[in-house]
């Protein structure tokens, strides 16, 4: 069925107007979450997708693309260790961009799930991917936080922070092409002086660890193209000293917390899954569902 076709005179960045009688291209969309919305008196519409999906456009159309992987787990430790955060998922985000007819193909990747004493170790977010009829957009997974057995923060999208444990200090991860690297841990002797570092974040390096605080996670991004603007791809924040402690569950290709468990009960929180999002002017375009 077709989902909506409005007016407006404003024009995406790179777009050009539409003349003559010809019918407007036609995007033929699978999996995905259709929500038309108004901004600056100019009609859009805009497909979320959630879950692998596609999209097909019978003729080039100007939009605005963001595609994100899973988020990392921040780490999970015991017996003095101290867990640094997750990485956030790689943030792919193109303003004004042409995308030729054809069939495009997006596969979606989760974040990393929920970690406790029982239920194994933190891990590192799942990539997404993009397959254009002319390019592939590769999004990475957020690099896992250092933790116990393995104080160094895993590689990612965006890298996760490093832990602490007794005087020694792991490395933090770092991130991919446009990525960010996790924090720098605070080691001490003194296990109330011990704290690890945050994990990266789409727009900045997560936080070093200092005696009195985990390093704050890296900033997200805020998406204010999409009808419900929202900061994306966070990191998650590293732990400080050793008191049993669970992390939220994350969102929006956001990395979780480190956890220091005491218990089966305290848990890392879930990284938070990825996403597509593509924004279409909707005078221009036709949109209609598979």
Not at 68 to 91: C, D, I, K, M
Not at 140 to 148: A, D, I, M, R, W
Request: charged share 10%; proline share 6%.
């Amino acid at each position: 069925m077709f989902i909506g076709l409005a007016l407006g005179l404003g024009l995406l960045p790179g777009s050009a107007t539409t003349t003559g009688p010809s019918p407007l291209p036609t995007l033929t969309v699978t999996n995905g979450i259709i929500t038309p919305f108004s901004r600056g008196g100019v009609n859009y519409i805009e497909v979320l997708w959630q879950r692998s999906g596609s999209f097909t456009l019978t003729h080039a159309v100007t939009g605005n693309l963001a595609l994100a992987a899973g988020g990392a787990n921040g780490g999970l430790s015991t017996s003095g260790w101290v867990p640094a955060g997750g990485g956030a998922g790689q943030l792919i985000e193109q303003t004004g961009k042409l995308f030729a007819a054809g069939n495009y193909s997006m596969s979606i990747g989760a974040g990393a799930p929920r970690a406790n004493k029982t239920g194994g170790a933190a891990s590192n977010g799942s990539p997404s991917q993009l397959v254009c009829p002319n390019e592939t957009l590769d999004a990475l997974g957020g690099g896992k936080g250092g933790q116990s057995g393995s104080v160094d923060g895993e590689n990612g999208g965006n890298g996760g922070g490093a832990a602490a444990a007794g005087s020694t200090m792991g490395l933090p991860g770092s991130g991919a092409t446009g990525g960010f690297p996790g924090g720098a841990a605070n080691a001490s002797t003194d296990v109330q002086q011990r704290s690890a570092g945050g994990g990266g974040g789409a727009d900045g390096a997560g936080g070093d660890g200092t005696p009195s605080l985990g390093g704050p996670g890296g900033p997200g991004r805020l998406l204010g193209w999409i009808a419900n603007p929202v900061e994306v791809c966070r990191g998650g924040k590293g732990h400080r000293t050793v008191t049993p402690v669970s992390s939220p569950d994350e969102t929006w290709g956001s990395g979780s917390g480190g956890c220091y468990y005491g218990a089966d009960e305290q848990y890392a929180g879930a990284g938070g899954n990825g996403f597509g999002i593509l924004v279409v002017r909707a005078d221009q375009v036709q949109v209609v569902t598979a």
